[in-house]
DNA sequence: TTATAAGCGTAACAACTGTTACAAAGGGTG
DNA sequence: CACCCTTTGTAACAGTTGTTACGCTTATAA
């Protein structure tokens, strides 16, 4: 762990907080579709990404989801910190878009690095400061694009954190992600393809355009 | 000012911080209307509401706007802690909903703050946290709910950070904040009269469903 | 008073998105 | 191969939202 460690945040923290991290913190290899987090559950212990994505939905009380954004490598998720320091519950679920390795860090531990490291406490801040850009984006996207627009920007944000121009998933699995039905997307989807933009194949899309 | 800060802080900060703010804090009389924070604004100064309310809101590269939320009496913008911590270009645009006074901090006792005082560095990660669950709900309005439902919230929202049942504004100032058309909201608005929700003036309409 | 501009109501139509229904194709299993 | 289930394609229609156009009312100024 402690390579992994050093790799991925080595330039951003110092040595003895690195050392801390190796001593509490849990390492975990998490497989693609494993649910991390889920809408209401309270948050014991805050994940630090070392490789792979991680897919953060929002849904309303009629079960209805919606993708808000992927996080990657490098990452941690910011809601976790909120509720970890808050003590309330999720208002998202994280679900892993591709197997996935992690290092879990115990909700004790976090507050008391804020005080003792700035690095930390740097990190923090930052991280809020990237989710928020993200929530900005993922608004912007709902609000001033349109379906079609929205569904090419999914397939190519997929295909990026995926490392791979061939997204697997069926579309009913996008219609879901996005908060509309599978006709409309199959239907777009075609005008995509009729674009040169993709190719449609049996459960998978190659992304031309990236 | 002290008086102030006592009134809408005391309970959150030691005597100490509150008389660094004191000593530090820039007081202001902003009125309605005022814009505070243009996007892409670098922030040197973050603001303490002491009273009145602040309308937050996104644009974007058409100039399209729309609204994010409402910031009330003892938040602060998370956006420009961001910026602050960051050094980066405000994303959004802040405008005062009412006339509104508030407290000016400079960038560099914020930052020495936050390993100084344990309750600053709460405050700090609160309204982080308050933020973002704000920009949820913000989501949520655009993703899950219809226009007429969009509007009767907007609607609802704004008598709520202006205390009065009465707002005073035009169809086509609802329509830029919901990013839509003038036309669409007055239909909406009709529809709201016929069903006894609200009471349609001139420039002006009474909300009674509350 | 008349002129002018801003605000509002409404109709007609267009564009986009959502729904229902059904057919066809692909993949796996006995 | 026959069977079944999932996935995809497509048509037809409905609902919501956006656009254009025009007329009326109200406020304000000349």
Known sequence: MLEQLKQHYGYLFEDELIQEINNVGTYKDIPEGFKLIEIGDYIKSMPLLVSGAIKILREDEDGDELILYFIEQGDTCAMTLSCCLGSSKSEI????????????????????????YKSWQQFVLQSYHNRMSELLEAIDTIAFLKMDERLFKYLKDKAMVNHNEVIHVTHQQIARDLHTSRVVISRLLKTLEIDGKIELHRNNIKVLDL
């Open 93 to 116: 679920r994280a679900i892993a878009e591709t197997d996935t390795k992690l290092i879990m860090i115990p909700v004790a531990k976090m507050e008391e690095w804020l005080g003792k």
